[in-house]
């Protein structure tokens, strides 16, 4: 399914299909986005290009910070590399254990 937030190209059929598609949970975050977007325009006097670029970059940095405290806590571990370099992660066997646990409840 196209993101709701990607400009669509298509026939009627196809929009109408993809409106039927979205669900409440997507229309949602999509919601939250431009509302985002909305407010670094307005507060950093940014282009909406510039603050959808910012905000995809505070969401990386939220992903890093993440992972590295999923690796301090030992439920993750570095698996390998990528052909750039970047470090390619899997869960350790406590990460595994508590995934099954988080499962059963």
């Known amino acids: ?27 949602d975050q999509a919601l939250e986005l431009e509302k985002a977007v909305d407010h670094v325009m307005e507060e950093l006097n940014m282009t909406r290009e510039e603050a959808l670029q910012l905000i995809e970059e505070i969401h990386l940095m939220e992903v890093q910070k993440t992972v590295a405290d999923l690796v ?33 409840n």
């Not at 030992?74 to 988080?102: C, E, F, H, R, W």
Request: aromatic letters at 4%.
């Open 72 to 104: 301090e806590k030992g439920l993750l571990q570095i698996v390998g590399y990528d052909d750039a370099g970047n470090a390619l992660y899997g869960p350790t066997q406590l990460g595994t254990d508590t995934m099954k646990q988080m499962n059963q």
């Open 1 to 27: 399914m196209t993101p709701i937030s990607n400009n669509f190209n298509g026939n009627i059929d196809d929009l109408l299909n993809h409106c039927a598609s979205v669900t409440d949970e997507q229309l």
